[in-house]
């Protein structure tokens, strides 16, 4: 039983990093259609902007809430000005993104071990989050339980953009038919800066939640990427809800089959029910119904 | 986008995006004695003419293995520095090339390649993972060259084209379980990476354990690189063991000790035994998640020998005071100047002429006086167990009461009879 909650809670937890990692892509990735492989770099950015206002703020609490905005600000920036040098010329080209970023991807990197050196760097977590509470006798440790928490504030907040404000109503209005929003006095030249500012900069924050659970090294990213676009095509291009609940899925279906099998096995076996999953429906969990004439 | 693009598309873009990513990570198999194929055994091209005299050094500079490997490239350069401020070897002055394994084995049989028939370097010093060295080994063994590599590792392995001046598993992981076993240990947990050393370390633990009476509750791995373990770590609490023999390399421990310790796991409730984890881990692990956990190893900064004392001010000099000294690093330090002696006492930079020279030279080592192995070419080391103090350091607990002989095959060993088949 106690065995049973401690897995079930890491399910949770582990798809509460996949969501995270995950929904700054579902924006970038299936709102605009940009393959961003330097998304991974930006949650690395968003790490090391972690350890930087930890070495200027040595109050691990302050310094760690301090780096959630800090690290939306870099990741956000980084991706404007992805957006702005390079992607903006080749939104006609999709499959050239995949490249482009690619290499920006590994540009990072390399800036990353040449400031921080290859060494991982620790980024201490705070006195309220060391340590766990019991439910029902399973550990539950505390950073877990943030993560899990700020993904789903951050999940809200998407949301709530999204739905509720003008901004997020141009955003779906570009989304759904970008010809039809520009005729209509829509700005899609900012929309798009503004949409991948906003995915970018979840990345980012995405990259200060995992500090906590892992280690702080310029290949920070690498580990998160695939699973980030497994999450984002699994749940259905464009489609937030599908992200939530193919992060959710593959989090808990990981810990089982991990539990069940081992590491490796496990990983594996994911990956076949994901193709498997995608071979009956190619579309993911939800389908995004545009008006484009495509 | 501004050419609308159909939603097939989308699906096609983003299974290439994932065959690209996979296609990254999986690309470390391939044939690695391709990479020697190109010269005529046996002829070298190495070049004694001149006042200097090339030596390769091959370190992962980059990739996921750099964390551990540029440290090694350190020592080895300040070795190199250290033998040149003295008159080089037999008068010449060491001309170091150094090559970037970039943690991928394929790149390191192709660098080593390079190293011996292009470069015509009279030794190569390096290599980290199993897996490297592994894919190195036909590259010597087919250029009859000489790879000093200087990490511990798993054992059941000799070639007259290497010299390893690391621990093999009778003086790191034996001991580590003489320790445990004395301590009282009744049952073990092992985690570890998944790959050659944590593999086979395991199947000797596991043959240890069966002729002793230990109880192995649960073993392991994660993938390399791996930073997700509530999984494991759920397993592992579960299981009560009495202590972790944990095999994980590089930034998988960071992830590990984290989640590790934040469900509530300790050193006095569960003591891990890590043989990866040196003083220059510690930082990046993070000093909260490891005080007071085991590591198994030969040598520590803090051994009280005068070599060691002048190892570590010359390092620190060199690179630092906040840099730190690590097994491998002292073993790497020690295999620039086990070649030096063997090169003096044959007279020669011959490789026929080092060899035959190897058995039985020595040297003066930080962690104390080494003596290599002609037979296996390994050489003697002192087992020691440390625990990480509130420095980051590694305080001695226990160590072993003389130089134990190398015996990679462990055919000294009754229990271990069936492994070595």
Redesign the interface.
């Known amino acids: 039983m106690e065995l049973l909650i401690g897995q079930m809670f890491a399910g949770l937890s582990l798809g509460s990093v996949l969501l995270l990692a995950a929904l700054g892509l579902s924006l970038t990735f299936g709102q605009m259609g940009v393959i961003n492989m330097a998304h991974g770099e930006f949650m690395m950015a968003g790490a090391y902007t972690a350890f930087v206002v930890q070495q200027a703020i040595s109050d691990a609490g302050v310094s760690l809430l301090v780096s959630i905005p800090a690290g939306f600000l870099v990741g956000g920036v980084l991706g404007l000005v992805l957006e702005a040098v390079l992607l903006r010329r080749m939104y006609h080209r999709p499959l050239d993104t995949l490249l482009v970023t690619f290499g920006v991807a590994l540009i990072l990197q390399q800036a990353a071990r040449d400031i921080f050196g290859a060494p991982s760097v620790d980024v201490r977590a705070p006195g309220w989050l060391q340590g766990n509470i019991e439910l029902l006798g399973a550990p539950i440790p505390l950073t877990r339980l943030f993560i899990l928490g700020l993904s789903l504030l951050c999940l809200a907040g998407l949301v709530l953009l999204l739905k509720a404000t003008p901004l997020g109503r141009r955003i779906r209005a570009v989304v759904l038919n970008r010809d039809l929003a520009e005729t209509s006095g829509v700005s899609t030249r900012r929309s798009d800066q503004l949409t991948f500012f906003i995915g970018s900069g979840l990345a980012g924050i995405a990259g200060v939640a995992v500090t906590l659970i892992g280690s702080t090294s310029p290949y920070l990213g690498t580990n998160y990427i695939v699973d980030a676009f497994l999450v984002v095509v699994a749940g259905g291009i464009g489609q937030i809800k599908g992200a939530v609940i193919a992060a959710f899925a593959l989090g808990v279906l990981q810990s089982v089959f991990e539990y069940s099998t081992t590491a490796s096995i496990g990983k594996v076996l994911i990956l076949i029910v994901i193709v498997v999953f995608l071979q009956l429906r190619p579309q993911g969990i939800f389908s995004l119904k545009t008006r484009s004439l495509a | 986008?501004?050419?609308?693009?159909?939603?097939?598309?989308?699906?096609s873009?983003?299974a290439?995006?994932?065959a690209?990513?996979?296609a990254g990570?999986g690309s470390q198999i391939a044939d690695p004695a391709s990479a020697g194929s190109t010269a005529s055994s046996g002829t070298s091209c190495v070049d004694t003419s001149g006042s200097s005299i090339k030596v390769g050094f091959i370190n992962s500079?980059?990739?996921?293995m750099?964390?551990s490997e540029?440290t090694v490239f350190d020592s080895l350069s300040l070795a190199a520095e250290e033998i040149n401020a003295s008159g080089g070897v037999l008068g010449k002055h060491l001309e170091v090339i150094s090559e970037d394994g970039a943690s991928e084995p394929t790149k390191f049989a192709e660098r080593a390649g390079k190293l011996i028939q292009q470069d015509c370097t009279a030794a190569v010093f390096g290599g980290w993972t199993s897996s490297s060295r592994k894919a190195m080994l036909p590259v010597f063994e087919a250029n009859d060259a000489l790879l000093f590599y200087p990490v511990q590792y798993e054992g059941l392995e000799s070639s007259k084209n290497i010299f390893y001046t690391g621990a093999t598993t009778n003086q790191q992981i034996i001991p580590a379980l003489d320790y445990l076993a004395e301590q009282g240990t009744k049952s073990l947990f092992l985690v570890g990476s998944?790959y050659v050393f944590p593999r086979t370390a395991n199947k000797i633990i596991q043959a240890y354990a069966a002729a002793k009476g230990i109880e192995v509750l649960g073993e392991?791995?994660?993938?390399l690189?791996?930073?997700?373990f509530?999984?494991?770590v759920?397993?592992v609490?579960?299981s009560k063991a009495d202590a972790v023999f944990n095999t994980l390399n590089g930034?998988s421990n960071?992830?590990f000790f984290?989640?590790y310790?934040?469900?509530?796991l300790t050193a006095d409730t569960m003591p891990v035994v890590s043989v990866s984890i040196a003083e220059?881990e510690v930082?990046?692990?993070?000093?909260?998640n490891v005080e007071g956990q085991l590591t198994a190893w030969d040598y520590y900064q803090t051994l009280d020998t005068p070599a060691n004392k002048k190892f570590v001010a010359a390092f620190k000099s060199k690179f630092g005071t906040e840099r730190v000294t690590s097994d491998p690093m002292e073993a790497a330090y020690t295999s620039l100047y086990l070649w030096k002696a063997m090169v003096e006492k044959a007279g020669s930079f011959e490789v026929d002429k080092v060899q035959a020279a190897a058995g039985g030279v020595t040297f003066e080592a930080p962690e104390g006086l080494v003596t290599v192995n002609g037979e296996n070419n390994h050489i003697t080391k002192t087992p020691r167990i440390g625990k990480i103090n509130a420095e980051g350091l590694i305080d001695t607990v226990w160590s072993s009461p003389a130089a134990v002989e190398p015996d990679p095959f462990l055919a000294t060993y009754d229990w271990a009879k069936d492994l070595t088949k």
């Open positions: 986008m501004r050419v609308s693009v159909t939603k097939r598309a989308f699906y873009l983003a290439t995006a994932m690209t990513v996979l990570c500079l980059s990739g996921t750099a964390i540029s998944d392991e791995y994660a993938p690189g791996s930073t997700e509530s999984t494991i759920n397993k609490r579960d930034d960071v992830a984290r989640q310790k934040s469900v509530g220059e930082p990046g692990v993070g000093l909260d």
